[in-house]
C-alpha cells in the first residue's frame, strides 16, 4: 500500500530554483584570497644590488658585443654605431637571425635609463636574446648569502 503526499501523478516535477549558496561561498573565499594576496604583490622595499658572483657561461664561437660606452656612444663589436641605426646594424652581423643572443656591455657610469632605452630599441628591432655582460668579481660563491653591510 503505497500513499502519495504531493498531487503529482507522475512525479516528473522540475525544480526551478538554482542553489546559489555554494556559489557565494566560493565567491567570498576567493575574495578573501584575493585581499590577502594584493598588498604582498607590490614590493616597496630599498634593494642595494650585490656583485655577481656567478660562474661564467660558455662563450658562443661567434658572440655579438653591443658595448655603450661612458661617453653614452654605442658599438657593435668594435665597430661605432650611430644611435638610429642600431637594428639594421645587428642585422648585417645576425644575417637577421633574430634568435641570436646579443651580448650587452656597458660602462659602469652609464645612467640606468640609457641602458633601458638601448634594450628599448634591440626588443623593438625582434632582438629579445640579450645578456648582460660583468667583470667577475672574486668572492664567495652565488648559492651562498652575504650578510648585509650596516
Do not use: C, W
Amino acid at each position: 500500500m503505497a500513499a502519495r503526499l504531493d498531487g503529482d501523478e507522475d512525479g516528473s516535477a522540475e525544480l526551478h530554483e538554482i542553489n546559489v549558496t555554494p556559489f557565494i561561498d566560493v565567491m567570498l573565499v576567493l575574495l578573501i584570497i584575493f585581499m590577502v594576496a594584493a598588498p604582498l604583490s607590490t614590493v616597496d622595499v630599498a634593494v642595494d644590488l650585490p656583485a655577481s658572483t656567478a660562474r661564467s657561461q660558455p662563450r658562443p664561437d661567434k658572440p655579438v658585443f653591443l658595448t655603450i660606452k661612458a661617453d653614452l656612444s654605442l658599438a657593435l663589436g668594435n665597430d661605432p654605431v650611430a644611435a638610429g641605426s642600431l637594428a639594421s646594424a645587428i642585422d648585417g652581423i645576425t644575417e637577421r637571425d633574430r634568435g641570436k643572443r646579443i651580448f650587452l656591455r656597458a660602462d659602469k657610469t652609464v645612467p640606468y635609463g640609457e641602458l633601458m632605452r638601448v634594450l628599448n630599441e634591440l626588443r623593438a628591432g625582434g632582438y629579445l636574446e640579450v645578456a648582460l655582460v660583468g667583470l667577475e668579481s672574486a668572492g664567495t660563491p652565488a648559492t651562498a648569502p652575504s650578510a648585509p653591510s650596516p
